[in-house]
């Protein structure tokens, strides 16, 4: 069964470090991934997603994520974070013959000034 | 493009009326829409799939007759969560999928429930 692990619950960083979320998934063939970003009482906004081709992906915001198969893992990141960042972060996973997906348990940014 | 509303956004009711929430597309078609529940501080929970002039398919676990899913236009889709219980109170979020998409679902700004 696809599963998605997201292994930290919360990290706090300062303005102006480096980000990385990570992101294992389970799932037997090439998967779809997807990152999404949710604000306090918001629905969640699509940062990027891969479905094939390069493993490195761009999103919005200046985020980035790389799909590495042999770690299956779909790690976020960001050079550079703004206060702006904090939120809650969810990677999910999607297969090719369902329309589902299947939602980390999520990791809470918090971004000290 | 690719919008997604919900309403209400927030709403409160007394235990045991029914609540219907809407979720629409706004400006794409959508064969297929989801809703989901959130408690807090926890994931999505994926509670049915709902397809345009079909029945919704829920998951495991998730009552048909309590969460009601109507699905009458490709912009569209209602849940009712009937005979409201404290316990139902959730965040509940809906997404859609674009006819011309693929896998790629546009989520909603979501509803706050709460059951008095």
């Known amino acids: 069964a696809q599963s998605v692990t997201q292994p930290d619950i919360h990290i706090t960083v300062s303005e102006g470090a480096s980000l990385e979320l990570r992101c294992n998934y389970s799932?037997?063939?090439?998967?779809?991934l997807f990152w999404y970003v949710q604000s306090p009482g918001q629905g969640l906004q699509l940062l990027l997603k891969?479905?094939?081709?390069?493993?490195l992906v761009q999103g919005i915001k200046g985020f980035e994520a790389e799909f590495k198969r042999s770690q299956s893992s779909f790690n976020l990141r960001k050079p550079s974070v703004h206060w702006s960042d904090a939120a809650e972060y969810f990677c999910?996973?999607?297969?090719?013959?369902?329309?589902?997906?299947?939602f980390g348990t999520g990791t809470r940014l918090q971004v000290f000034p | 493009g690719a919008v997604v509303s919900q309403h209400p956004s927030r709403v409160i009711c007394k235990s045991g009326t029914s609540v219907k929430i809407e979720c629409r597309s706004l400006?794409?078609?959508?064969?297929?829409m989801f809703w989901y529940r959130q408690f807090p501080k926890k994931s999505l929970m994926l509670m049915a799939t709902?397809?345009?002039?079909?029945?919704?398919?829920?998951e495991q676990g998730v009552e048909k007759d309590k969460f009601l899913i109507n699905h009458a236009s490709l912009t569209l889709s209602t849940l009712t969560v009937t005979s409201a219980h404290p316990e139902d109170s959730s965040f509940y979020i809906c997404?859609?999928?674009?006819?011309?998409?693929?896998?790629?679902?546009?989520f909603g700004p979501g509803t706050r429930l709460t059951v008095l």
């Open positions: 799932y037997g063939a090439t998967p779809y």
């Open positions: 709902s397809n345009e002039g079909s029945k919704a398919t829920y």
């Open positions: 997404s859609a999928r674009d006819l011309k998409g693929y896998n790629e679902q546009f």
């Open positions: 999910a996973v999607g297969a090719d013959n369902t329309d589902k997906l299947i």
């Open positions: 400006d794409f078609q959508a064969t297929t």
């Open positions: 891969y479905f094939s081709g390069d493993t």
